[in-house]
C-alpha cells in the first residue's frame, strides 16, 4: 500500500501539477475516441498499452474481457456500452484479450473454479467460446489451445455486442467500428483480427504475418 500512497504522492507533484490546465479541461467533460473492453488482469494497462491521455477511452474492465448478450444481463457492461455509444458518442470499440488469460484458462478447465462460483457465472457469457472450443479444436492442446481460446472468445463477444439496440444501429449506419485485438504479455505484440483473411495479424504490420493461432470465421 505504501507504493500506491507514494506513487500518489509523485502524480500530484510530478505530473498533476505541471499539467493542472489539461487535468482543468477534462473536469469539464469528456470526449473519449474508443470504448475499450479488455480483462481486469492487472498486467493489462489500456492506457498505457496505446499510449493514450486521460480523457481519450472509456474503459470496460471485468474478467475475461466479456460482454454479456443484450437482456441477459443488465448489468455494468450493458451501461457502460450505452452510454459510452449513445452518450459519448465514440466511433470505435474494441475488444482487448491477452495472453495467459486466467478466465480463458478456467473455461478449459472448469473444476478449476469451484472455489469461485460467482466467476463460474459470469463465464457463462462465454459459453459460445467453450462450445466452439469443444467441437473445433480436439486437435490443440497447451498454449496452443490457449491461444485459440482467446482468440474465440475475442470474436464471441464482438458478436454479443451487436446485439446491443445501440451498437446495431450505429452499425447500420456505419458509424461505427469493431475491432479484435489480442495482446501478448510476453512480447508487446499486439493482434487485430481480419475478417477478410480469418487471422489475426501483428497491428500495423502487413498483411500474411499471422499471429501463432488459428484461422477463424469471418464475422
Same mark, same amino acid.
Given at each position: 500500500?505504501?507504493?500506491?500512497? &507514494?506513487?500518489?504522492? &509523485?502524480?500530484?507533484?510530478?505530473?498533476?501539477?505541471? %499539467? %493542472?490546465?489539461?487535468?482543468?479541461? $477534462?473536469?469539464?467533460?469528456?470526449?473519449?475516441?474508443?470504448?475499450?473492453?479488455?480483462? +481486469? &488482469?492487472?498486467?493489462?494497462?489500456?492506457?498505457?498499452?496505446?499510449?493514450?491521455?486521460?480523457?481519450?477511452?472509456?474503459?470496460?474492465?471485468?474478467?475475461?474481457?466479456?460482454?454479456?448478450?443484450?437482456?441477459?444481463?443488465?448489468?455494468?457492461?450493458?451501461?457502460?456500452?450505452?452510454?459510452?455509444?449513445?452518450?459519448?458518442?465514440?466511433?470505435?470499440?474494441?475488444?482487448?484479450?491477452? +495472453?495467459?488469460?486466467?478466465?480463458?484458462?478456467?473455461?478449459?478447465?472448469?473444476? +478449476?473454479?469451484?472455489?469461485?462460483?460467482?466467476?463460474?457465472?459470469?463465464?457463462?457469457?462465454?459459453?459460445?467460446?467453450? /462450445?466452439?472450443?469443444?467441437?473445433?479444436?480436439?486437435?490443440? &492442446?497447451?498454449?496452443?489451445?490457449?491461444?485459440?481460446?482467446?482468440?474465440?472468445?475475442? $470474436?464471441?463477444?464482438?458478436?454479443?455486442? /451487436?446485439?446491443?439496440?445501440?451498437?446495431?444501429?450505429?452499425?447500420?449506419?456505419?458509424?461505427?467500428?469493431?475491432?479484435?485485438?489480442?495482446?501478448?504479455?510476453?512480447?508487446?505484440?499486439?493482434? +487485430?483480427?481480419?475478417?477478410?483473411?480469418?487471422?489475426?495479424?501483428?497491428?500495423?504490420?502487413?498483411?500474411?504475418?499471422?499471429?501463432?493461432?488459428?484461422?477463424?470465421?469471418?464475422?
Amino acid at each position: 500500500m505504501q507504493k500506491l500512497l &507514494d506513487g500518489l504522492h &509523485d502524480f500530484q507533484s510530478n505530473v498533476f501539477a505541471p %499539467r %493542472r490546465e489539461f487535468f482543468e479541461r $477534462l473536469a469539464l467533460g469528456q470526449r473519449p475516441e474508443a470504448l475499450f473492453i479488455t480483462c +481486469s &488482469d492487472s498486467r493489462i494497462n489500456p492506457n498505457l498499452l496505446t499510449q493514450a491521455d486521460p480523457g481519450e477511452l472509456f474503459i470496460i474492465r471485468n474478467a475475461g474481457n466479456i460482454v454479456p448478450p443484450y437482456g441477459a444481463q443488465m448489468g455494468g457492461e450493458a451501461a457502460t456500452v450505452e452510454f459510452g455509444v449513445a452518450g459519448l458518442g465514440v466511433r470505435d470499440i474494441i475488444v482487448c484479450g491477452h +495472453s495467459q488469460c486466467g478466465a480463458m484458462k478456467g473455461l478449459l478447465n472448469p473444476a +478449476s473454479l469451484e472455489r469461485f462460483p460467482a466467476l463460474r457465472r459470469f463465464l457463462g457469457h462465454a459459453d459460445a467460446t467453450e /462450445r466452439i472450443i469443444r467441437e473445433n479444436y480436439q486437435h490443440l &492442446d497447451g498454449e496452443a489451445l490457449l491461444t485459440a481460446t482467446v482468440e474465440e472468445n475475442v $470474436l464471441v463477444q464482438l458478436e454479443n455486442l /451487436r446485439t446491443h439496440p445501440v451498437v446495431a444501429a450505429k452499425l447500420a449506419r456505419k458509424e461505427i467500428n469493431l475491432h479484435g485485438w489480442v495482446y501478448k504479455l510476453e512480447t508487446g505484440t499486439v493482434f +487485430s483480427y481480419h475478417p477478410g483473411e480469418g487471422q489475426f495479424l501483428p497491428l500495423g504490420e502487413q498483411r500474411g504475418a499471422a499471429a501463432p493461432g488459428v484461422a477463424h470465421r469471418a464475422i
